[in-house]
């Protein structure tokens, strides 16, 4: 974490008797080798190297990994709505989402530890 001095406030709050403000700077990466489950898929990526060289642009150093892969947290409903987004549809998640807001549930709460509503 750094503290940086003297900075504009920006769009935050402003104390109208006190210019003087900060920045604080969080460093909250992850510091080691983790799979890549963040890379889109196989498919994805096959296509986006097929544009890439359509396009002309300067051949891909295509090292490894070279797309992502399911550690078993990705379930058929995440699926789905991948496939929402992949269509333009991604509001359709939107939707599927606010039809099951619960009052019951405090924020934050581990989804896994949920059973649904009865």
């Known amino acids: 974490m750094e503290i ?5 406030s920006g769009h ?8 003087e403000d ?16 963040s ?9 986006a190297a097929e544009i890439w060289d359509e396009l ?3 051949k891909l150093k295509r090292g490894s990994p070279r797309y992502g892969y399911d550690l ?3 379930t058929a409903e995440f ?8 269509k333009s ?3 359709q998640t939107g939707k599927v989402i606010a039809q099951r807001r619960r009052n019951d549930v405090a924020m934050n709460t581990e989804v896994r530890t949920l059973k649904d509503e009865e």
């Open 4 to 8: 940086i001095k003297h900075q504009d």
């Open 12 to 19: 935050g709050p402003r104390d109208l008797s006190d210019p």
């Open 89 to 91: 549809e991604y509001w």
């Open 72 to 74: 078993g947290e990705w």
């Open 79 to 86: 699926e789905h709505m991948a496939d929402f987004a992949v």
């Open 22 to 37: 900060a920045s604080v700077l969080i460093d909250a990466t992850l510091k080691g080798t983790f799979p890549p489950v």
């Open 56 to 58: 002309g642009l300067p």
């Open 39 to 47: 890379l889109p898929k196989k498919e994805f990526m096959e296509q």
